[in-house]
C-alpha cells in the first residue's frame, strides 16, 4: 500500500512559503516619497486676494505603491484636505482653499502635506512649501471725489473727477454711477456728461 503522507509534508512547505509572500504583499503599504507645488509659488504667485475668497493649490505627489493617499492645502492657518486611492507612481492634486478672515495681509506661505494611512495608522508623511505664494490685501481702496461745485450750473456738459488710492495692490478700474443711470467702468478720473441732441421743430 502506498502512502501520500510524505508528499503532502514536500508540499506543504512550498503553500506556506507562498501563503507567507502573499500576506507580507497584504500588509506592506504605499508610502508618500515626494510632493512638489506647481502652484502657486514664490516664483509664480497669487497676486492679489481678499480674506474669504478662494485659491486653486496644485501638487504632484509621489508614492512607492498602491495604497490610501490623503492629501491637504493650507495658506495660513486654515486648509482643506482629500483622499484619494492611488494606483499610479504619481498624481496632480487640485485643492480649493478659502483665505482665512484672519491671514496676515501681504504675502504668505502655502503648505501640502501627503501621508499614507494603513490599517487606520498614519503612515509615511511628506511636505513641501513655498514662501510668499499668496499676497492677501485686506485694506479696501480709498477713493475721493474731487472739488464739488457750491452752486447749481447751466453748463450743458459739466465735468466730474476723482481720485483713488490703495497702497498694496494698486487700482485697476473705477465703477462711476451717475444720478439713476447705469454705471460703467473706466481707468480714467474724470467724466464728461455727453450732450444729448434735441430735435428741433418748425411752424408753418
Known amino acids: 500500500m502506498k502512502s ?31 510632493v512638489e507645488i506647481h502652484s502657486p509659488t514664490e516664483s509664480s504667485p497669487v497676486k492679489w486676494v481678499r480674506p474669504g475668497s478662494t485659491v486653486t493649490v496644485t501638487a504632484r505627489v509621489t508614492v512607492d505603491g498602491n495604497g490610501e493617499v490623503y492629501v491637504s ?20 492634486f487640485s485643492i480649493s482653499v478659502e483665505v482665512p478672515l484672519a491671514t496676515t495681509e501681504g504675502s504668505n506661505d502655502v503648505v501640502v502635506t501627503a501621508w499614507t494611512v494603513y490599517d487606520e495608522k498614519i503612515q509615511t508623511i511628506r511636505t ?69 441732441a434735441r430735435a428741433s421743430t418748425g411752424s408753418g
Open 4 to 34: 501520500h503522507w510524505r508528499r503532502t509534508l514536500a508540499i506543504a512547505p512550498l503553500l506556506a512559503a507562498a501563503l507567507l509572500v502573499w500576506v507580507s504583499g497584504l500588509a506592506s503599504a504605499a508610502n508618500v516619497v515626494g
Open 73 to 92: 492645502a493650507s495658506i495660513g492657518d486654515q486648509g482643506q484636505y482629500l483622499r484619494h486611492d492611488m494606483t499610479a507612481p504619481s498624481k496632480v
Open 128 to 196: 513641501a512649501s513655498e514662501s510668499k505664494a499668496v499676497y492677501v490685501d485686506k485694506t479696501p481702496p480709498v477713493v475721493t471725489l474731487g472739488a464739488l461745485p457750491t452752486t447749481s450750473t447751466t453748463n450743458p456738459r459739466p465735468t466730474w473727477t476723482w481720485s483713488g488710492e490703495d497702497a498694496l495692490s494698486g487700482l485697476d478700474y473705477y465703477i462711476v454711477t451717475l444720478d439713476g443711470e447705469l454705471p460703467f467702468q473706466t481707468t480714467g478720473t474724470s467724466f464728461t456728461r455727453r450732450t444729448r
